[in-house]
Structures are given as structure tokens and as C-alpha cells.
């Protein structure tokens, strides 16, 4: 028998946290920020020195950031501004090209800018001799209306020919990794992506925002909560800060492209489903927070009907398990998960989430490998100023998830979004051991990142658990689950990037890049040898490191 959540010591806890947190924040509070910060790991990272700073309260684990927030708003400044001279006149054409927006409306009630959004790449990837390309057309339309609102969309035509690892990837997932699906049979692929962003701040306390985009929680470069691996998805948020306490509530919508269909032809398209989650974000001290997560996933239809939004988990402030378990059949699924960040030092944050999707009290001490002890890891460390160099910043991390981790009964209601997981890339069924480093002088940009992966495949007509869209009904075995069950395989990969920065108003640089990339098994061996050399811009992930 399955332990109840909001009757055990994980329910019990989160919610005596969430009262101490609510109980001891103070009320002295300052404006709210509002303007909507897109999330890039290359970016934030550079904000490393005001978010983990002993001696301010950051809820550094609740991303997007905002570009207002007086905190941030001076290194932001300084960020904008790089390499720039304001007493030095230049022609229009060399501003927009390196100082500027390409359009830019100001007054006292407004700040509207445009910009185009180049991503155009050439490379050679060596293992199988082909050339490899991208041509992205881009743009980005953001700005402020009064002190209250502000909003951001970007939208992007793409066409292109992807290394051999990139593609496999496409061709079995029917979409581009960390964007959309589109037109992708052939070996020139062809999708268009859009994002979009609305956001309002009606007093200090609180932020409203809609969008058509993505959402982040957690301290590391991966999430085991909710990161931003997957396609674009619609949302409605609310964040409330109160004091030291952050609560940020999500109710979203998401596409899956694969999941079966309830008719043969076009008239219901592809099948949805609907996300309510919470995150509580309590800044203990100035080095201490604890943050509580909670989710429930549902589908939209089935064959037997369509049921829509679950009015049961529109309020914000509640803890959703009493409410999905009052149906005693209910076919949602519920994840509990917890982030934890200590600032060691002065530059040195330490980091750690832990994501339980399933479990069953007596198994779970038993140790015997029970498939429904379902749970995720994450221990990391990052900081700045690395051996005392300006401007080094570094993050070290370990992530691991157990077999059949972040599934269900059904594809659809996996923790999964366009057919890429909501929390690791991976999946589950692996371990991971990632390190990143990244260096600035002036407007060069160094980054190398080295990422080491063990994981269980499936064998054709298995289910080891590393695959969260097969259902966990199909699994192997109940008892004698072990972490990298299945085809064991290893996955090395490295990667360097040196770019030079043309304009910080939208990344525009000139970026030069290599990937070594090997995966292993018994069965198979393959590589991938990559060089890239492009004209890029705009502030995004685009994750192709597995």
C-alpha cells in the first residue's frame, strides 16, 4: 500500500515549513521588480556576485529573474552597458550593430525596443564527414508600459542540418531539443519557435504574469524539480513575496506530440494536459533557504471523455496531495520535491533538491530495490572568483534519479512536456556528473563544460526504467531495481565555446565551438567530433549536452 502524502513525515514536514516560514518572515518589504529577465545559464551566471552574496537575501532558486530587481539592477546595467563608451560618438549603423537596440521608443510612460535575432551556424562533424548548419531568423520585442507592466515575445524560423547524435534525437522524439516540433523528416529540419511574456505587478507583494514559455526552479544547471529542458508551454503565474518568503504558484498547459490520439484524422489534434504546481521559497538567513515544491499532472481528455481544468487545484494556497486524494480512484499524479541552498563563503553557494515522485514507507527502508520508491538527487556546489581570478565562475554538480522515476500509468501524465522530461534530460534510471567553467575579460567570453553520464537503456521490449514515457506497468520487476539496470552505458561528453560579444543589448557575438561527444555500451559505440562557428544571439537555453 502506497503511504498517503499529506499523512506522512514528507507531507507533515512540508507543510510545518511552510507555516514557520509564513510565521517568521518580516513584512519589511520593497518594491516588487516586474520586468522579466530571459533565463540563459551563460547570462545569469554572470550574476553569480549579487545572487550569492552572504550579505543580501536572494530567492535565488525561483528563475526567471527580473531585470528591476534592486539587487540585480546595477550589474544588470553594467552588463547592458559592456564595452561601450558614451562619450565616444559613433555612426547609427556601428551603434546598432554594438551599442544599441535596432528600435528603441522612450518617454516618461514607456520603454519599447526591437531587435533582430540572428542564430546563423556552419560546422563539420568529423566522425561521419558531413557539414553541418543553421539559419535562424529572429526577433525580440520587449518593454515597459508605466511602472506596473511589462512584456517580452521572441520568435524564430529556423532550417538546419544537425550533428549525428542531434539528429537520432529528432527523428525518435519528433522534436528539436529545447524548442518545438515542426517539419522534420528529412535531414534538413525545419520548425518555427515563439515565446511570449506578460507581466504585472499590481502592489509590492505581488506578480501576475502570462506567458508562452518556460520555468526554472533550483540552484544548479540542472533541475530535478522543473527546468527548462522542454519545448515552450502556456502558463498563468502568481508570485507573492512576503518578507523573507517567496511563493510562486503555476498553472500550465502542455502539448504531447506523441501520446496516442483520440481520433484518427486532425479534428482533436495532438492530446494535453495540465500542471498545477507550487514552490514556497523561504530565505532562513542571509546564507540559508529551504524551498518546498509541490505538482500534480492530469490529462486533458481520454477516450472516455474530456475533462478539462481541475477547479479542485485552482487555489494557490494550498497543499494539493488532501485534495487529489479526496478522489480515492484518482488518475493525477503528484510529486513532492524540496530545494535546499547554504552559502558557504562569500562567493560559494552549496546546493541540493530532492524530488520524490512515489513511494511506499515500509519498502523504502527495506532496501530491497521496490520499483515504487521513485525518487531524484541533486548535490551540487557553483560560486565566482574561482582561485581568486575575476570573473571565473564555476559549478560543479551530481544529479541521479532512480528506475521508472518521473512516470506513470500513461505517457500522457509523465513529468514530460513535448516529448522532453520536465526535470532532467535524461530521464530517469542514471547518475551525472557535470562541471562547468566560464571565464569574461572584457567582451571575450570562455566556456568549457565537461559532463560525465551512466544510465540503463532498454532493450528492445523492455522497460528498465530509464524511458519516462513508457508506462511504469511495463516494468521489468517489482523488487531488485538498481540505478543504471538495463544496457549499461556511459556517455562522456566535452565542450568549448569562445565567443566574442558585438552588441549586449541581445548577446549578438561571434562564437567558435567544439563538442566531444561518446556513448558506449556492449551493444554500440558512438561519437560525435564537432566544430561550430557562427554569428548568434539572444538569451536562451538550448540544451544539446546529452
Not at 498517503?4 to 514557520?20: D, Q
Not at 515575445?153 to 531539443?177: C, D, H, M, W
Not at 543504471?484 to 543589448?505: H, I, M, R, W
Not at 562564437?511 to 555500451?521: F, T, V
Request: a positive charge.
Amino acid at each position: 500500500m502506497k503511504t498517503n502524502l499529506n499523512r506522512s513525515p514528507i507531507g507533515i514536514l512540508y507543510m510545518l515549513l511552510a507555516c514557520i516560514a509564513c510565521s517568521q518572515s518580516t513584512f519589511a518589504q520593497t518594491e516588487t521588480p516586474n520586468v522579466n529577465l530571459p533565463y540563459s545559464y551563460q547570462f545569469y551566471q554572470k550574476l553569480n556576485k549579487q545572487v550569492y552574496d552572504v550579505n543580501t537575501r536572494m530567492h535565488s532558486s525561483v528563475r526567471s529573474y527580473y531585470a528591476d530587481d534592486t539587487l540585480l539592477v546595477g550589474r544588470y546595467d553594467e552588463l547592458m552597458r559592456l564595452g561601450t563608451d558614451s562619450n565616444v560618438y559613433h555612426k547609427w549603423l556601428r551603434r546598432k550593430i554594438t551599442d544599441e537596440h535596432l528600435l528603441n521608443f522612450k518617454s516618461e510612460d514607456y520603454d519599447i525596443y526591437a531587435d533582430f535575432l540572428p542564430d546563423f551556424q556552419i560546422g563539420r562533424e568529423f566522425q561521419d564527414g558531413q557539414g553541418t548548419w543553421k539559419n535562424t531568423r529572429g526577433y525580440q520585442i520587449g518593454g515597459t508600459i508605466g511602472k506596473k507592466f511589462s512584456f517580452y515575445t521572441s520568435g524564430y524560423e529556423n532550417q538546419a542540418q544537425f550533428a549525428n547524435y542531434l539528429t537520432r534525437f529528432i527523428n525518435t522524439n519528433k522534436v528539436v531539443p529545447s524548442e518545438m516540433s515542426g517539419k522534420l523528416d528529412g535531414k534538413t529540419k525545419d520548425w518555427a519557435y515563439v515565446s511570449a511574456l506578460v507581466s504585472y505587478t499590481p502592489n509590492k507583494y505581488l506578480n501576475l504574469a502570462l506567458g508562452y514559455d518556460k520555468n526554472f526552479i533550483g540552484d544548479g544547471y540542472r533541475s530535478m524539480l522543473l527546468s527548462d529542458v522542454a519545448a515552450n508551454y502556456s502558463f498563468a503565474r502568481i508570485r507573492a513575496t512576503v518578507g523573507n518568503v517567496q511563493y510562486q504558484t503555476i498553472f500550465s498547459y502542455m502539448i504531447d506530440n506523441q501520446a496516442p490520439r483520440l481520433t484518427t484524422d486532425r479534428r482533436l489534434g495532438s492530446r494535453g494536459k495540465w500542471n498545477a504546481m507550487h514552490y514556497l521559497d523561504w530565505n532562513v538567513n542571509n546564507r540559508l533557504s529551504v524551498g518546498l515544491f509541490q505538482a500534480v499532472t492530469w490529462a486533458d481528455a481520454e477516450p472516455e471523455g474530456k475533462r478539462g481544468f481541475d477547479f479542485n487545484y485552482i487555489h494557490p494556497f494550498v497543499f494539493l496531495r488532501p485534495i487529489e486524494g479526496a478522489n480515492t480512484s484518482s488518475p493525477d499524479k503528484m510529486r513532492l520535491g524540496t530545494n535546499l541552498k547554504y552559502e558557504l563563503f562569500e562567493k560559494t553557494a552549496v546546493y541540493v533538491q530532492f524530488m520524490i515522485d512515489e513511494f511506499t514507507a515500509k519498502e523504502f527502508f527495506a532496501g530491497k530495490g521496490y520499483w515504487a520508491n521513485k525518487y531524484a538527487v541533486q548535490l551540487g556546489v557553483r560560486g565566482s572568483d574561482l582561485f581568486k581570478v575575476n570573473s571565473l565562475n564555476y559549478l560543479a554538480e551530481f544529479n541521479t534519479a532512480r528506475p521508472y522515476t518521473y512516470s506513470h500509468f500513461q505517457r500522457l501524465t509523465s513529468y514530460s512536456g513535448m516529448s522532453q522530461p520536465l526535470a532532467h534530460p535524461l530521464g530517469a534510471n542514471f547518475r551525472e556528473f557535470l562541471g562547468i567553467l566560464n571565464y569574461s575579460y572584457r567582451r571575450f567570453d570562455f566556456q568549457a563544460e565537461a559532463t560525465y553520464s551512466r544510465y540503463g537503456l532498454d532493450p528492445v521490449g523492455k522497460n528498465y526504467g530509464s524511458n519516462i514515457f513508457k508506462p511504469y506497468n511495463t516494468r521489468v520487476a517489482e523488487y531488485g531495481n538498481v540505478i543504471g539496470q538495463g544496457l549499461k552505458t556511459d556517455l562522456n561528453f566535452l565542450e568549448a565555446k569562445v565567443s566574442y560579444l558585438l552588441n549586449p543589448k541581445y548577446n549578438l557575438r561571434i562564437e567558435l565551438g567544439g563538442i566531444y561527444r561518446r556513448e558506449k555500451s556492449v551493444e554500440f559505440t558512438q561519437r560525435t567530433q564537432l566544430i561550430t562557428f557562427g554569428l548568434r544571439s539572444t538569451f536562451r537555453n538550448l540544451y544539446q549536452d546529452y
